[in-house]
T-cell receptor, first 114, second 113 residues
Framework: DAGVIQSPRHEVTEMGQEVTLRCKPI?????LFWYRQTMMRGLELLIY????????DSGMPEDRFSAKMPNASFSTLKIQPSEPRDSAVYFC????????????FGSGTRLTVV | GESVGLHLPTLSVQEGDNSIINCAYSNSASDYFIWYKQESGKGPQFIIDIRSNMDKRQGQRVTVLLNKTVKHLSLQIAATQPGDSAVYFCAENIAGSGSRLTFGEGTQLTVNP
């Protein structure tokens, strides 16, 4: 079991550029979550999907953020345009499905916007 | 001005001692709780969970206690080892909120050899 796979591990980009973070959940897991971790705000849920359908996106900060899950094995989180305040570690997590809360987290993507 | 980050609560223990990490929650509708461990540079890792119809649950070297009266959760680690050094988060699921987990601020545990 390779676990939840995120790419890239590190991303440094200039303000105004588009950033795309990628996630491959554990095979057979039906729920996928995107979290952001900062020193100021801790771990925040951005959005989660059940069976590829977005269920709760109330944590997405603003229209610059978008997330997609085109199939059960892939999800993206896009920031366009990026800003320095978006600098954080972004985690993807997956779980078996609705009602199962034992998430498995990926190793995260550390994003730095300069 | 300069931004100020979270100042994590810290707990420093000697190797071999028992550790107790505490967590308070505020929502009486929370019905499921999980403890996660996060090592530097890694994602949070599931340790143990407990449902609100239980007061205590034990795992390997870890015990979670739930006091619903005062909305308090604790994680006890027996015979703490240097490898236990990490940030520990409690997370809660509120009934009716779907699969959303809300995480606490975390506690930094340092184990001294």
């Amino acid at each position: 079991d390779a676990g939840v796979i995120q790419s890239p591990r590190h991303e440094v980009t200039e303000m105004g550029q588009e950033v795309t973070l990628r996630c491959k959940p554990i095979s057979g897991h039906n729920s996928l979550f995107w979290y952001r971790q900062t020193m100021m705000r801790g771990l925040e849920l951005l959005i989660y999907f059940n069976n590829n359908v977005p269920i709760d996106d109330s944590g997405m900060p603003e229209d610059r953020f978008s997330a997609k899950m085109p199939n059960a094995s892939f999800s993206t989180l896009k920031i366009q345009p990026s800003e320095p305040r978006d600098s954080a570690v972004y985690f993807c997590a997956s779980s078996v499905g609705q009602g199962s809360y034992g998430y498995t987290f990926g190793s995260g993507t550390r994003l730095t916007v300069v | 001005g300069e931004s100020v980050g979270l100042h994590l609560p810290t707990l420093s223990v000697q190797e071999g001692d028992n550790s107790i990490i505490n967590c308070a929650y505020s929502n009486s509708a929370s019905d499921y709780f999980i403890w996660y461990k996060q090592e530097s540079g890694k994602g949070p890792q599931f340790i143990i969970d407990i449902r609100s119809n239980m007061d205590k649950r034990q795992g390997q070297r870890v015990t979670v206690l739930l006091n619903k009266t005062v909305k308090h959760l604790s994680l006890q680690i027996a015979a703490t080892q240097p490898g236990d050094s990490a940030v520990y988060f409690c997370a809660e699921n509120i009934a009716g909120s779907g699969s959303r987990l809300t995480f606490g601020e975390g506690t930094q545990l340092t184990v001294n050899p």
